[in-house]
C-alpha cells in the first residue's frame, strides 16, 4: 500500500508492505537505528538515507503486535528509562503535533505503519524536513535522536492518541 500525505513544509512518501517477504535494499545508509521492545527483544531496524532534497527511512520490523502503529523521530537519542528518555517528538521548529496540523507537523511526524499478523511490517518514509547531520532538523545534533514505535495509530492531529512506547532505537550515524 502506498500513501502520500502533504504538509506545509514538505511531501513525505510512505510505502508500506505487511510481512517481510517483499524488500527494497537500501543503499550505504547515513544512519541507523536498531529497535528494542519494552521487553528487550529485537524489534528490527531503521536505516537512514541522505539524499539531496530529503531524507529516506527504510524500517523492517519485528515483535511487534499486528495492527497500526504510529512512527516518530524523538528529540533525545536515547531509550533509558522505559523509551521516555527519548523525550517527545522531534520538533526543532517549533511546529505543533500532527500531519495534518495548520501551522505544518513536527519534523518528527511520520506516517504510520501497518504490522501484518506475524508481528512483521516493512516500511518506507521520505521526509524533505529531516536531515541526517546538517540543516534545520538534522537527527545528529548535541543530544541524537531515537525511532520511537506506539502502541496505537497517531491520530494525525493535535492529540496524537498514540498510546505508550512499544519500541525504540537510537539513531546512529554509519557514514
Not at 88 to 94: K, L, M, R, S, T
Not at 124 to 153: K, Q
Amino acid at each position: 500500500m502506498k500513501g502520500y500525505a502533504m504538509t506545509r513544509s514538505g511531501l513525505i512518501l510512505a510505502t508500506v508492505i505487511t510481512g517481510l517477504t517483499a524488500g527494497t535494499a537500501v543503499a550505504e545508509a547515513g544512519a541507523m537505528a536498531m529497535l528494542k521492545g519494552q521487553d528487550g527483544q529485537d524489534a528490527g531496524h531503521v536505516t537512514i538515507t541522505q539524499g539531496p532534497n530529503g531524507t529516506l527511512f527504510h524500517a523492517e520490523l519485528t515483535g511487534l503486535a499486528p495492527g497500526w502503529h504510529s512512527f516518530h523521530v524523538h528529540e533525545v537519542g536515547s531509550c533509558e528509562d522505559g523509551f521516555a528518555a527519548a523525550g517527545d517528538h522531534y520538533a526543532p521548529d517549533g511546529n505543533g503535533h500532527g500531519l495534518m496540523a495548520d501551522g505544518g507537523a513536527h519534523a518528527g511526524d511520520l506516517p504510520n505503519i501497518h504490522v501484518a499478523a506475524d508481528g512483521t511490517a516493512m516500511a518506507e518514509f521520505y521526509s524533505s524536513r529531516l536531515t541526517v547531520a546538517d540543516g534545520a532538523a538534522p537527527l545528529m545534533d548535541e543530544d541524537g535522536s531515537a525511532i520511537v514505535i506506539h502502541e496505537n495509530a497517531d491520530s494525525y492531529g493535535a492529540d496524537a492518541g498514540a498510546g505508550g512506547r512499544v519500541a525504540c532505537g537510537v539513531i546512529t550515524q554509519t557514514k
